[in-house]
C-alpha cells in the first residue's frame, strides 16, 4: 500500500472518531425529552429523568461503535504494518552489542583497555555482591543472568537485588532475551 492510501485511511478513521464524538456528545448532553402540563391557563413545564428512546439508544450504541474502531484504527495501524525484515536486523541480543575487550589483545584497541581500567577503578568503590558481579560482568561484557548465579555462586535473590543497584547506577542494563536476561555493561 502506498503512503497517500495510508493517509487516506488515516484521514478517514480521525473524521469518523470526531464525528462519532460530536454525535454522542449531543445526544448524551441534549436534555432529556420534557412534559408540557397545560392546566387553565398555567403551563407546567417538567422534564422526565433518564428518558431515553429506542431511536436514541440505537444512534448511540453505533456511535460507540465506530468510535471504538477508529481510535484502535488509529492507536493500532502502525504496529498492525509488518515491517520488513533486512538481514542487518540482529537475530538476538548478542548480535547487536560489541564487547568492550576483545578476546585476545591486538594492537589499536588502547580505548578498549582504557575502558576496561576505568570500570576496575569503579568495581573499587561496590561493595560486597555488587563488586563480585560487576567484575564478571567486565570480564564477560555480556552474560545471562542465570549464568551470573552460576559462576558467582550467589542466591538467585542476591543476584538480582546487587543487579538492580548496578542498574540504578547506570553501569549495567539488563535486556529481556526468551525466558531471561542478558546483562551487558552501560
Excluded at 92 to 114: F, R, T, Y
Excluded at 131 to 141: A, G, K, S
Amino acid at each position: 500500500m502506498d503512503g497517500r492510501a495510508i493517509r487516506g485511511k488515516t484521514l478517514f478513521a480521525a473524521a469518523v472518531f470526531v464525528a462519532s464524538v460530536l454525535v454522542l456528545t449531543f445526544k448524551l448532553l441534549n436534555p432529556a425529552p420534557i412534559q408540557l402540563l397545560v392546566q387553565g391557563q398555567t403551563v407546567i413545564m417538567s422534564q422526565v429523568p433518564g428518558l431515553f428512546t429506542y431511536t436514541d439508544v440505537l444512534v448511540i450504541s453505533i456511535a460507540s461503535g465506530s468510535m471504538c474502531a477508529s481510535a484502535a484504527y488509529l492507536v493500532l495501524h502502525d504496529s498492525l504494518a509488518p515491517t520488513p525484515v533486512t538481514s542487518t536486523t540482529p537475530k538476538n541480543v548478542h548480535d547487536s552489542l560489541v564487547p568492550i575487550a576483545p578476546a585476545s589483545p591486538e594492537p589499536g584497541n588502547a580505548l578498549l583497555e582504557e575502558r576496561r581500567k576505568q570500570l576496575e577503578e569503579v568495581a573499587k568503590t561496590l561493595k560486597g555482591d555488587e563488586q563480585v558481579l560487576f567484575r564478571t560482568i567486565i570480564n564477560e561484557c555480556i552474560i545471562n543472568q542465570r549464568e551470573l548465579v552460576d559462576r558467582t555462586g550467589l542466591p538467585k535473590s542476591n543476584v538480582s537485588r546487587a543487579l538492580y543497584v548496578l542498574e540504578s547506577r547506570g553501569l549495567v542494563e539488563r535486556r529481556r532475551q526468551g525466558m531471561g536476561n542478558v546483562v551487558l555493561l552501560k
